[in-house]
Protein backbone atom coordinates (compact mmCIF):
# COMPACT_ATOMS: atom_id res chain seq x y z
CA UNK A 1 0.00 0.00 0.00
CA UNK A 2 1.15 3.85 -0.23
CA UNK A 3 0.33 6.60 1.85
CA UNK A 4 -0.53 9.63 0.71
CA UNK A 5 2.87 11.31 1.16
CA UNK A 6 4.55 8.83 -0.59
CA UNK A 7 5.37 5.89 1.80
CA UNK A 8 5.18 2.42 0.65
CA UNK A 9 3.95 -0.13 2.97
CA UNK A 10 4.52 -4.02 2.35
CA UNK A 11 3.47 -6.85 4.55
CA UNK A 12 4.81 -10.39 4.64
CA UNK A 13 4.86 -13.41 6.10
CA UNK A 14 8.34 -14.53 7.41
CA UNK A 15 9.76 -17.84 8.43
CA UNK A 16 12.07 -16.82 11.09
CA UNK A 17 13.48 -19.56 13.71
CA UNK A 18 10.53 -21.60 12.67
CA UNK A 19 7.96 -19.45 13.39
CA UNK A 20 5.64 -17.87 10.43
CA UNK A 21 5.05 -14.51 11.50
CA UNK A 22 3.55 -11.24 9.62
CA UNK A 23 6.03 -8.67 9.00
CA UNK A 24 5.61 -4.90 8.09
CA UNK A 25 8.30 -2.82 5.98
CA UNK A 26 8.02 0.99 4.65
CA UNK A 27 10.52 2.68 2.44
CA UNK A 28 9.82 6.87 2.65
CA UNK A 29 13.06 7.84 0.39
CA UNK A 30 15.26 6.58 -2.52
CA UNK A 31 17.36 5.47 0.67
CA UNK A 32 16.08 2.14 0.95
CA UNK A 33 13.76 -0.54 2.97
CA UNK A 34 13.29 0.39 6.77
CA UNK A 35 14.17 -2.59 8.69
CA UNK A 36 10.67 -4.82 8.74
CA UNK A 37 9.19 -5.16 12.03
CA UNK A 38 7.08 -7.49 13.74
CA UNK A 39 3.22 -7.74 14.03
CA UNK A 40 1.63 -8.50 17.09
CA UNK A 41 3.16 -9.75 20.22
CA UNK A 42 2.44 -13.95 19.73
CA UNK A 43 4.48 -16.42 17.48
CA UNK A 44 2.74 -18.84 14.99
CA UNK A 45 5.59 -21.83 15.37
CA UNK A 46 4.91 -23.76 11.39
CA UNK A 47 6.88 -26.06 9.81
CA UNK A 48 5.28 -24.98 6.37
CA UNK A 49 3.68 -21.93 4.74
CA UNK A 50 -0.47 -21.96 5.79
CA UNK A 51 -0.45 -20.09 2.10
CA UNK A 52 -2.97 -17.37 3.89
CA UNK A 53 -1.05 -13.98 4.16
CA UNK A 54 -2.63 -10.94 5.34
CA UNK A 55 -3.77 -7.44 4.26
CA UNK A 56 -2.69 -3.95 4.58
CA UNK A 57 -4.20 -0.19 4.07
CA UNK A 58 -3.51 3.10 5.10
CA UNK A 59 -5.64 4.92 7.03
CA UNK A 60 -6.84 8.65 6.24
CA UNK A 61 -3.76 10.12 8.23
CA UNK A 62 -1.35 7.97 6.38
CA UNK A 63 -0.86 5.00 8.98
CA UNK A 64 -0.54 1.34 8.24
CA UNK A 65 -3.34 -0.96 9.56
CA UNK A 66 -2.78 -4.29 9.07
CA UNK A 67 -4.88 -7.76 9.62
CA UNK A 68 -3.56 -10.71 9.34
CA UNK A 69 -4.20 -14.40 10.82
CA UNK A 70 -2.36 -16.71 13.41
CA UNK A 71 -3.09 -20.37 14.68
CA UNK A 72 -6.71 -20.01 13.39
CA UNK A 73 -7.31 -16.29 14.76
CA UNK A 74 -7.76 -12.96 13.19
CA UNK A 75 -6.03 -10.06 14.30
CA UNK A 76 -5.80 -6.51 13.54
CA UNK A 77 -3.01 -3.98 14.63
CA UNK A 78 -1.77 -0.33 13.34
CA UNK A 79 2.13 -0.50 12.68
CA UNK A 80 3.48 -0.39 16.78
CA UNK A 81 0.72 -0.69 17.81
CA UNK A 82 -1.25 -3.63 19.89
CA UNK A 83 -2.65 -6.31 18.56
CA UNK A 84 -6.45 -6.80 18.95
CA UNK A 85 -8.22 -10.14 18.61
CA UNK A 86 -11.17 -10.27 15.88
CA UNK A 87 -12.31 -13.53 15.83
CA UNK A 88 -11.52 -17.15 14.77
CA UNK A 89 -11.14 -17.35 10.69
CA UNK A 90 -8.62 -17.03 7.86
CA UNK A 91 -8.19 -15.05 4.68
CA UNK A 92 -8.54 -11.58 6.17
CA UNK A 93 -8.72 -8.38 4.06
CA UNK A 94 -9.01 -4.51 5.11
CA UNK A 95 -9.83 -1.40 4.02
CA UNK A 96 -9.17 1.86 5.97
CA UNK A 97 -10.49 4.94 5.12
CA UNK A 98 -13.41 6.87 6.16
CA UNK A 99 -13.32 4.25 9.22
CA UNK A 100 -11.79 0.70 9.55
CA UNK A 101 -13.45 -2.16 7.18
CA UNK A 102 -12.62 -5.53 7.21
CA UNK A 103 -13.79 -9.01 6.02
CA UNK A 104 -12.78 -13.08 6.80
CA UNK A 105 -13.90 -16.28 6.63
CA UNK A 106 -14.98 -18.18 9.61
CA UNK A 107 -13.41 -21.36 8.12
CA UNK A 108 -13.11 -22.13 4.08
CA UNK A 109 -15.39 -22.05 2.61
CA UNK A 110 -17.79 -20.79 5.29
CA UNK A 111 -19.77 -18.01 6.84
CA UNK A 112 -18.13 -14.61 5.70
CA UNK A 113 -17.87 -11.88 8.48
CA UNK A 114 -17.40 -8.17 8.43
CA UNK A 115 -16.18 -6.11 11.17
CA UNK A 116 -15.76 -2.50 10.97
CA UNK A 117 -13.92 0.08 13.75
CA UNK A 118 -14.65 -1.33 16.92
CA UNK A 119 -17.90 -2.73 16.37
CA UNK A 120 -18.04 -6.43 17.07
CA UNK A 121 -17.89 -8.56 13.90
CA UNK A 122 -21.12 -9.81 12.08
CA UNK A 123 -22.02 -12.01 9.34
CA UNK A 124 -22.48 -10.76 5.96
CA UNK A 125 -22.68 -14.16 4.24
CA UNK A 126 -23.62 -18.13 5.32
CA UNK A 127 -21.25 -19.79 2.67
CA UNK A 128 -18.08 -17.75 0.94
CA UNK A 129 -14.70 -17.82 -0.17
CA UNK A 130 -11.87 -15.74 -1.22
CA UNK A 131 -13.30 -12.51 0.27
CA UNK A 132 -11.99 -8.79 -0.29
CA UNK A 133 -12.87 -5.00 0.60
CA UNK A 134 -12.30 -2.25 -1.25
CA UNK A 135 -13.09 1.09 -1.99
CA UNK A 136 -11.41 4.37 -3.75
CA UNK A 137 -7.93 5.67 -3.17
CA UNK A 138 -9.02 8.66 -1.73
CA UNK A 139 -12.36 7.40 0.60
CA UNK A 140 -14.92 9.25 -1.62
CA UNK A 141 -17.70 6.52 -2.75
CA UNK A 142 -18.80 3.19 -1.55
CA UNK A 143 -16.92 0.51 0.51
CA UNK A 144 -17.56 -2.57 -0.81
CA UNK A 145 -16.83 -6.76 0.00
CA UNK A 146 -16.74 -9.16 -2.93
CA UNK A 147 -16.68 -12.66 -2.46
CA UNK A 148 -17.44 -16.20 -4.18
CA UNK A 149 -19.89 -18.71 -3.45
CA UNK A 150 -18.96 -22.25 -3.51
CA UNK A 151 -20.54 -21.94 -7.06
CA UNK A 152 -18.78 -20.07 -8.49
CA UNK A 153 -21.02 -16.79 -8.01
CA UNK A 154 -19.79 -13.55 -7.33
CA UNK A 155 -21.17 -11.74 -4.75
CA UNK A 156 -20.73 -8.25 -3.37
CA UNK A 157 -22.67 -5.70 -0.36
CA UNK A 158 -22.06 -2.15 -0.10
CA UNK A 159 -20.90 -1.52 3.25
CA UNK A 160 -20.96 2.34 3.15
CA UNK A 161 -21.47 4.78 1.04
CA UNK A 162 -21.16 8.43 0.79
CA UNK A 163 -24.88 9.19 -0.56
Known sequence: DISADGTVYAMFRNSYNGDRDMYLAS???DLGWAAA???GQGHWKLDWCPMDGGAL???DQGRPITTWRRNGTIYKAYEGGPEEKVGPGSQPW???KN????VYLVQRPGPLMMFKDALPPKKLAAMADDPMVTGSYTGDGPVVAVWTTPKGEIMSQVLSSDE
Open 27 to 29: RAD
Open 37 to 39: SLL
Open 99 to 102: GVYG
Open 94 to 96: IYA
Open 57 to 59: STD
